[in-house]
């Protein structure tokens, strides 16, 4: 069960994420702003995944060979798709649940779309791509103007305090330091070894 879980990772987060939608639009009825900003992000992240990790995919094993410089076995890269696909539930199901009561999720929210855009152009620079396309950039340039707008519609609407805009990435940047604690710890590395080998990847440079 659990290899099977590792190997189809990605298909059985599709399916319940477009389940969850499903069941969004079939029963229920004036969502708030925040909500509808949930229900698109978890959609365009189901697209990102597959755009990042199978049509054209390869993103991983882009930073796994060029920049980390190590051979990762295919199920270990497979099974990385369990961690994301629970980070990417909390980050989006939480500003569900509280709408516009608690902006400082739909902020979280929004920074992990920012986030996904920058990453994905800075990728082909770090990695020195010959083309100017990382796995998933596309996807993600949609993210990150949907986090804008997420952060515009807060702002305009007079939704959010000061801590909301201040710690609101924080709350992202703690959910995704969890994330990836969880996946260097499947293919064996520490967060130290992690800086330590971009030190030395740089330096070649």
Same mark, same amino acid.
């Given at each position: 069960m ?6 189809y990772a990605? =298909?059985?987060? +599709?399916?319940?994420? #477009? $389940?969850?939608i ?6 229920m009825?004036? *969502? ?10 978890s959609? $365009? ?5 597959? =755009?990042?990790g ?10 796994s060979g060029?920049? *980390? !410089?190590?051979?990762?076995?295919? =199920?270990?890269l $497979? /099974? ?9 539930? +909390?980050? +989006?199901l939480?500003?569900?649940?509280? /709408? ?8 979280? #929210?929004?920074?992990?779309?920012i ?24 996807t993600? =340039? ?6 804008i /707008? ?11 305090a000061?801590y909301?805009?201040?710690f ?10 969890l994330? !990836?604690?969880?996946l #260097? ?10 800086f330590?080998? #971009?030190k030395?990847?740089f330096?070649?440079?």
């Amino acid at each position: 069960m659990w290899k099977f879980m590792k190997h189809y990772a990605l =298909e059985i987060y +599709t399916v319940i994420a #477009m $389940l969850l939608i499903t069941l969004v639009a079939m029963f229920m009825d004036n *969502l708030m702003a925040i909500q509808q900003f949930a229900v698109w992000i978890s959609f $365009l992240c189901i697209l990102h995944e597959w =755009e990042e990790g199978r049509y054209p995919g390869g993103f991983l094993e882009l930073i796994s060979g060029k920049l *980390l !410089q190590m051979d990762i076995e295919r =199920e270990t890269l $497979l /099974g990385s798709r369990l961690i994301t696909s629970v980070f990417i539930f +909390t980050i +989006t199901l939480v500003p569900f649940f509280f /709408g516009d009561v608690y902006p400082i999720f739909a902020i979280a #929210m929004a920074s992990f779309c920012i986030f996904e855009g920058i990453i994905h152009i800075a990728g082909i620079k770090l990695l020195k791509l010959d083309k100017p396309y990382s796995p998933g950039m596309v996807t993600a =340039e949609i993210e990150l103007i949907s986090g804008i /707008g997420i952060i515009t519609y807060v702002a305009a609407n007079h939704l959010g305090a000061w801590y909301d805009y201040t710690f609101g990435p924080f709350v992202f940047i703690a959910c995704f330091a969890l994330m !990836q604690r969880g996946l #260097m710890a499947m293919i064996g590395l520490r967060y130290k070894d992690m800086f330590a080998i #971009m030190k030395k990847r740089f330096a070649k440079q």
